[in-house]
C-alpha cells in the first residue's frame, strides 16, 4: 500500500457528533505502538469477565480429558463448539468470601480477594479488571467496560454487608464500586462517542462518507472485512435504537411518578422485558469494544447475587434466587446451561472475528465465575470457573483442571488472577490473598 494513502490504524470514521473506531485490517499499518511488545503480531491481549450468581447444578457441572477427546456435562454443552479453546477448572476458592454469612460477603470481592467489612462503610479492594484498566487503560480509548443486566440494590443483608456487594463485581478501590451501565443504548452509545442532539440518528449513516473513502484504499479482503463489520454494527444498533425510546419512554415514567430510574422494576424502567434480548446485546457491545481496540477490560454482571430474574423461555418458573436453592433440580441445569450459553455467545462472536492468522478470541481470555458452587448450601469453598481463549498463546486451552485436592494457598482464585495479569504484560508479585501465580495453569 502506498505510504501516501496509508490510513493510522488510529484514524477513526467521523461524523457528526460520532467517532467509529475500526477492527484490524490488514492493508493497514498494525498498532505501531505495540509491535513486537505484546503479542506476536502486536495483537492486543483483552481480558474479560462474565458472572453468574447463586451456584451451578453441581450434578451437570463436569468436564472430563482433553483435546478432542474432553467431554462436556450436559450444562456445559453450548461450549462444545469452542472446547477446544476453552478450559475447565475446578476446586479454586476464594478464601476471604468463605465464613463470613451468606450471599453479600460471599460476592462482593470475587474479582479482588480482598475482606470486606460489614456496616455502612463499604471496605474491599480493587477488583482484577480494573487494575488491568489502570495498567493498560492508557492504550485504549476506553479503560474498561463494566456492563450488568440488573440494576444494582441497596440496603443491607441479614448478615450486616450491604447490598452493594452483592450488586458490584468491579471495584475501582477500597470503597467505590466501578459505576456499572445496564442500558444497552448507553453502552452502545460509548462505544461510538455517540452524543449530542443527533444521538438518536444512525451511526452508519452519519460516518457513510469516510467509510466509502475507506473502502477505496484496502485491500479486496479487507474490503470485505468491512462491510461484514459494519453490517454488524448496523444490526446492533437497530436493536438498540428500539431500546432507546423505550428507555427514554422509562425517564419520563420515573419523573412524572417522581421516582429513580433505578426504583422501577423491569421493562417499566426501560430495560428489556426479554433478559435474552439484554445479555446477548451486552455480549454484542463487549465484542466490538475489543474488536476495534476500543476497550481490552470489560466485565458483564449477568446477574447480580440474590437476583430476581426469571426464565419463562426455559419453562423455570422459579426466581434466579428462589431457585437456586433446589440447585440439583432439572430447573437449576436448566439456567445453568443458559448461563452458559452466554459464555459460549460471547466466545463464538470474538471466535468470527478473524485478527491476523487468528482471531480476537485467540488474543483474549474470557472468564466465566460464579460465587458459590451450591445455592442451596452457600457454599463457596470451591467455584465454578470456566476460562476461554489462549491469551495470545499465554494460555494453553482445551484442559480439566481440578485444584480440589491442593492445599488451600494452592488453589487460590487471586492466584489465578495473577496469572492472568502477569500474561499481559504487568510484573505484578502479588494481587488479593495470593503471592504466587496459579501453578499449571
Known sequence: MNSSNAISRR????????????PWLESLPVWGFETSAETPG????????????????????SASGSGKDMQLGKSLQ????????????????NKNATGVGIHPGQTGNILSGAALQKGAELKGGISVDQVLANYLGEQTA???????????ITGYHETNFSMAYSSHISWQNATSPVPMEVYPALAFDSLFDNRGNRRNKSILDRVRGEASSLSLKVSASDKAKLDEYLTSVREVEKRVSRLRKDQDKAVNRAKNNDKPLAALKRPDNGLPEDIREHMQL?????????????????SLLLCRDISGLFYPFLDVRKAHHSGSHDDLSEDWQKVTQYYVSQFAYLAGKLDSMKEGDGTVLDHSCLLFLNNMWSGRKHDSNKLPVLTAGSLGGTIETCRVMDYGNNSDDNRKLCSMYLSIMNRMGMQAKE?????????DF
Open 11 to 22: 484514524t477513526l470514521l467521523r461524523g457528526a457528533g460520532v467517532a467509529m473506531a475500526l
Open 42 to 61: 502486536g495483537f492486543p491481549k483483552r481480558f474479560a469477565v462474565q458472572f453468574m450468581a447463586c451456584g451451578v447444578n453441581s450434578k451437570y457441572w
Open 78 to 93: 453450548p461450549m462444545a463448539p469452542l472446547k477446544m479453546k476453552m478450559n475447565f477448572i475446578s476446586g479454586l476458592f
Open 142 to 152: 476506553q479503560p474498561s467496560m463494566v456492563l450488568g443486566c440488573e440494576q444494582p
Open 282 to 298: 451486552m455480549c454484542d457491545i463487549v465484542a466490538i469494544g475489543f474488536q476495534t481496540d476500543k476497550t481490552r477490560i470489560a
Open 431 to 439: 494481587f488479593g490473598d495470593a503471592t504466587a501465580p496459579l501453578a
